[in-house]
């Protein structure tokens, strides 16, 4: 809806450059929180605005704080990046989740170290691509707003040196911080699994056979396998391993814990069958594979294996070990030596020279299972690897891109210290990126809340319901930093004001409780938009929103405050989200969350989205083109028989659910069903609007319902 709502009605003009004459102004920051978007502070002389008279919404006025939409997120990385995580291995940022620990950094004085962190929040958008090579063969793929930490501070991988863009940013003259280049991970294989029964067996395992003889007896022979292990997690590996290779062990207590050891538990046999397989499972092979090689590693490391004051050692008394040790290490291209330390028992190590970078090598190559030898906790950043930019690369295409945010506001992507989404000391306000909607000026209302207390004291106003959220997000990111919406909030309801909040975000959770404190004075509705439930196509199709699990937590929240909420389940995919079973899980987790009602709303393909969805949809689901051609022939509101043949599908859920319900349908006379999909009959749901009193200025019949999937920006 593009009406009065975007008109600032400021006091005094000003002008900005590269921006239109704006009446108001009283300044433009730019923060590092938010970089690359420009707050405008401007003064209001308005803060309620009118609704058109022949608008089908059923309220008059509306409030918006914020003109434009601060959801973005300027930082985002390709779904395949790999960050590391805080036992050492690495998770495809597309992967990550909420809570997830991954390895971040923190500034000691004068050098950064790594730290372990928390993944906050996750989200997904579409972006335009850029691909940095750098000198040690890491190549990353990121938006042009992304940050990367270099030996001169974060920088942006595309900037200018002077005019609009002017910002640090990447050149060939940059040298990224982190340990740079890694190796690939290795799936599992029989081979593997092979190698690293043979590194555990002959590093820490205890096999033995013989025969005996005794007088007036048959000759007998005994078979014994033993590990003993402190670290479980080796030892659940070995116990599965042998399991695949035929070989059942039993799980026991070895020896208690004490003062200077930890509790060890063992793995036993004593099977003739099982101890044969074993001793043939330790044997050199004559021609090793890599996997096998690797597996080898994995195991001799986790046997007698470490890694403290920076070095990275395996152990052993038996030189043959050691010999096999050091070319395994060699054939990957690891700078090895043997350190004999003279020692009566023989006792060696073998070392991997190289820094941090070759340990973190090593720890992808061989996967050892013991993940305390793996972390990164307290290492200063350094390393010997060559992380200098060779080329920034446009790719000229926009792909569906990710971030995190972090409790260290960065995280080691591909190796590289990087820059993550704005991060504080809470994420629960955090929002997810608009994607291609995205508006990098946001002019915000500095003086919105004294205004509006002036316009409501006035003897002409008569109290009628105000709504927020109809154009512009209220709970957008510039919310957390200028606050405004607690005011807004209590001078509504102290002036007896009925007001309703439509969003998508989950900063509203931060004023739960002055919307809690509102509702006792007066009438207020809160409504949820709701995206494509499937997780899958979430990530592909709808980036630049927040999930379908974080909204729907929101709306339980709501809920648990003791207030009301509507959902808009929207949009519904012909084909891919419309079927039967996706249908009643996503009703049936709305309704477990606690709303009051819900409204179902087809695809809406508007110009601009319309042809990045056609794209999408080509590659695919090219199955599917010819059915949306047919669907949408008319233009950006699906056929009238699909909605028709949706409703049908919907409204026995809705009922079953008890989400068929509208806001104020008795008030208006509608009878209808609610939450029935269709771009001019879908009405809000229940829990959405106030109930309140019928405005000074009804909406007329046929417009009790606002045609929410073409007019509601936010949906």
């Known amino acids: 809806m593009r009406w009065d709502a975007q008109r600032l009605d400021a006091e005094e003009p000003a002008t900005l450059p590269g921006m239109p004459s704006m009446r108001g102004l009283l300044r433009s920051v730019q923060v590092p929180e938010f970089p690359g978007l420009t707050f405008h502070e401007v003064r209001s002389k308005s803060a309620l605005n009118e609704v058109p008279g022949d608008s089908p919404m059923p309220f008059r006025w509306t409030i918006n704080p914020y003109r434009g939409c601060s959801h973005a997120c300027v930082y985002c990385l390709r779904g395949d990046t790999r960050v590391l995580m805080a036992d050492g291995r690495q998770k495809a940022i597309a992967d990550l989740r909420v809570g997830d620990r991954i390895v971040g950094t923190q500034k000691r004085r004068t050098y950064r170290h790594y730290v372990t962190t928390e993944v906050l929040a996750h989200w997904s958008t579409v972006k335009r691509a850029y691909r940095v090579r750098l000198a040690d063969g890491t190549e990353l793929v990121a938006s042009g707003d992304h940050r990367f930490l270099t030996g001169r501070g974060w920088k942006h991988v595309t900037g200018a040196m002077a005019g609009r863009d002017r910002r640090p940013y990447l050149t060939t003259d940059d040298e990224l911080l982190g340990f740079g280049r890694s190796a690939a991970a290795l799936d599992v294989c029989a081979d593997y699994r092979r190698g690293y029964l043979a590194g555990m067996i002959r590093g820490d395992g205890h096999l033995k056979m013989y025969r005996y003889e005794r007088a007036g007896r048959r000759h007998g022979g005994v078979h014994r396998f033993r590990l003993a292990l402190a670290d479980v997690e080796a030892l659940d590996r070995a116990q599965a391993y042998l399991a695949a290779e035929g070989v059942r062990t039993d799980r026991s207590s070895f020896s208690p814990a004490s003062v200077e050891r930890r509790a060890m538990s063992a793995i036993r046999t004593s099977t003739a069958a099982g101890v044969a397989r074993i001793s043939e499972l330790e044997e050199w092979p004559s021609a090793p594979t890599a996997a096998w090689q690797r597996g080898f590693l994995a195991g001799v490391f986790d046997a007698g294996g470490s ?409």
């Open 307 to 715: 890694r403290s004051q920076h070095v990275l050692r395996v152990t052993n008394t038996d030189p043959e070990i050691l010999s096999h040790t050091r070319e395994a290490l060699e054939w990957f291209g690891f700078d090895a030596v043997l350190e004999d330390r003279k020692r009566a028992n023989g006792l060696a190590c073998v070392r991997v020279r190289g820094g941090l970078g070759e340990h973190i090598r090593f720890i992808h190559l061989v996967d050892p299972a013991i993940r305390r030898t793996c972390s990164l906790d307290g290492t200063a950043v350094k390393s010997d690897a060559d992380l200098r930019v060779v080329e920034v690369e446009d790719l000229r295409l926009e792909m569906p891109m990710y971030d995190i945010t972090t409790g260290t506001g960065d995280f080691l992507a591909n190796g590289v210290v990087s820059h993550n989404c704005f991060a504080r000391a809470t994420h629960q306000w955090l929002e997810l990126d608009t994607g291609r909607d995205f508006d990098s000026q946001v002019v915000v209302k500095t003086n919105l809340v004294d205004v509006l207390r002036q316009e409501l004291a006035r003897p002409s106003w008569t109290r009628e319901h105000v709504a927020l959220g109809t154009n512009t997000d209220p709970y957008q990111r510039a919310e957390g930093r200028y606050r405004l919406m607690p005011g807004v909030i209590s001078v509504l309801a102290g002036s007896g004001t009925p007001f309703s909040i439509l969003t998508k975000g989950t900063l509203l959770r931060r004023d739960l409780p002055v919307l809690a404190a509102a509702a006792g004075d007066v009438p207020i509705g809160l409504g949820v938009s709701m995206a494509i439930w499937d997780d899958a196509l979430h990530a592909s199709l709808e980036p630049g929103v927040p999930s379908p699990r974080a909204r729907l937590e929101l709306v339980r929240a709501i809920a648990d405050a003791g207030l009301s909420c509507g959902v808009f389940l929207a949009p519904v995919l012909p084909g891919l989200t419309d079927r039967l079973a996706d249908l009643d899980a996503a009703l049936r987790a709305i309704a477990e969350a606690g709303a009051d009602g819900v409204t179902v709303v087809p695809l809406h393909l508007r110009p601009g989205a319309r042809e990045w969805f056609s794209a999408w949809l080509a590659r695919e689901h090219p199955q599917l083109v010819p059915r949306y051609q047919q669907l949408y022939r008319r233009g950006a509101a699906v056929a009238p028989e699909y909605r028709s043949w949706l409703a049908g599908r919907v409204a026995p859920l809705l009922a079953r659910y008890g989400l068929d319900r509208q806001a104020g349908g008795a008030a208006r006379g509608v009878d209808a069903p609610a939450g029935i999909p269709g771009d001019g009959d879908s009405r809000f749901p229940a829990g959405s609007l106030p109930a309140t009193r019928p405005s000074a200025r009804p909406a007329p019949a046929r417009h009790a319902s606002a045609p929410a999937g073409e007019q509601l920006t936010l949906l």
